[in-house]
């Protein structure tokens, strides 16, 4: 079955809360992909707003939506040494462990900041975790029968301007033309974070996903679905 998953990165506080409403009110998830320590991200659109903290992702996770590991304090991976870049891996790893409740490492992808990491991280973090998303250009679209543990899966994202316009227009072709498992990643809401879109554009989005009975899952749902088979 074609199926899409909505990725919102960073942990955007105001957002979080329209994003989840949104979401809940159409009984689906939304997937949040949340820093163990944006307070020490250098980040200008992280720094710029309020981040939501764990005690908020403990009640997200209890109201259905997903909450997964997006990095330590948005590092770009590949801009550190790679002792460096696998040791913010796993304390990322283990602040999620310690905070959220039935957290397994295990069972979780791990959404890569930037989209991209070197190939022994990402290799590592294959051996840890499902796998990092990341861009691997097939403009977000995966085969979920080719997938296998430990697999990178890809993602698209839409920054500044017209993120929703481009987003839109993504969703669009792939409803109309292709198949597999679309992973889309947005960040905040109405004017918050990078890239970010109105909350009514997300809406029609998800309408229209849902009208055309395409599956709206998360990731790890997913992936751990595809694992049950
Ligand atoms: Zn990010």
Redesign the pocket.
């Known amino acids: 079955m074609k199926s899409v998953s909505f990725c919102f ?2 942990g955007f506080r105001a957002s979080a809360d329209s994003i989840a409403r949104i979401f809940s009110n159409r009984g689906v998830a939304a997937c949040f992909c949340v820093l163990a320590a944006p307070e020490l991200a250098e ?1 200008p659109f992280i720094r710029g707003a309020r981040i939501a903290d764990w005690a908020y992702w403990r009640e997200t996770v209890a109201a259905g939506h997903e909450v997964a590991p ?1 990095g330590y304090a ?1 590092e770009h991976l590949g801009k550190i040494s790679v002792e460096d870049a696998q040791a913010s891996v796993q304390r990322t790893l283990d602040a999620f462990t310690r905070e959220l409740p039935g957290f397994d490492p295990r069972q979780t992808l791990y959404h890569l ?2 989209l991209a990491a070197p190939a022994p991280i990402v290799q590592w973090i294959g051996e840890h975790t499902l796998g990092a998303r990341m861009a691997l250009g097939n403009a977000g679209r995966n085969d979920g029968a080719a997938w296998s543990r430990g697999k990178p899966v890809d993602c698209m994202t839409f920054g500044p301007p017209n993120a929703e316009l481009r987003a839109h227009e993504r969703l669009a072709r792939f409803m109309g033309e292709e198949d597999g498992w679309l992973v889309l990643v947005l ?1 905040g809401l109405d004017g918050e974070g990078w890239g970010t879109v109105a909350s009514a554009a997300l809406e029609q989005m998800l309408d229209e996903v849902l009208s055309a009975g395409v599956a709206v899952t998360t990731p790890n749902r997913f992936l751990l679905s595809l694992e049950s088979i």
């Open positions: 990165d960073d980040d997006h948005h900041a930037y960040h």
